[in-house]
Nanobody, 116 residues
Framework: QVQLVESGGGLVQTGGSLRLSCAAS????????MVWYRQAPGKQREGVAGITSNGKINYADSVKGRFTISRDNGKNTMYLQMNSLKPEDTAVYYCSGVSWEGIDYWGQGTQVTVSS
């Protein structure tokens, strides 16, 4: 069983930076794929960035060049470094992990607000 807890959200001005963390209570090495999602008010949840256990990374086009995903299996933590933030990045950010058995785990979300 894995529990995920996000932290690091907050209010930042346009052009600012935040680093989100997703701490796992279990061992994130048991998670094959980990993904950051976000959901803005009135919009569908969208994938932002994902990373596999062997380090393969994908980004949504909207965040390429600005966001960096990483995971530290030794610390059981995944990160999302967000730079050059824009008002359209405002959303609740969720971390998710999929185990090798195909079980989905989700965190409770952390609010990111970018002021113009």
């Amino acid at each position: 069983q894995v529990q995920l807890v996000e932290s690091g959200g907050g209010l930042v001005q346009t052009g600012g930076s935040l680093r989100l963390s997703c701490a796992a209570s279990g061992v994130i090495g048991s998670l094959n794929v980990m993904v950051w999602y976000r959901q803005a008010p009135g919009k569908q949840r969208e994938g932002v960035a994902g990373i596999t256990s062997n380090g393969k990374i994908n980004y949504a086009d909207s965040v390429k060049g600005r966001f960096t995903i990483s995971r530290d299996n030794g610390k059981n933590t995944m990160y999302l470094q967000m730079n050059s933030l824009k008002p359209e990045d405002t959303a609740v950010y969720y971390c998710s992990g999929v185990s090798w058995e195909g079980i989905d785990y989700w965190g409770q979300g952390t609010q990111v607000t970018v002021s113009s």
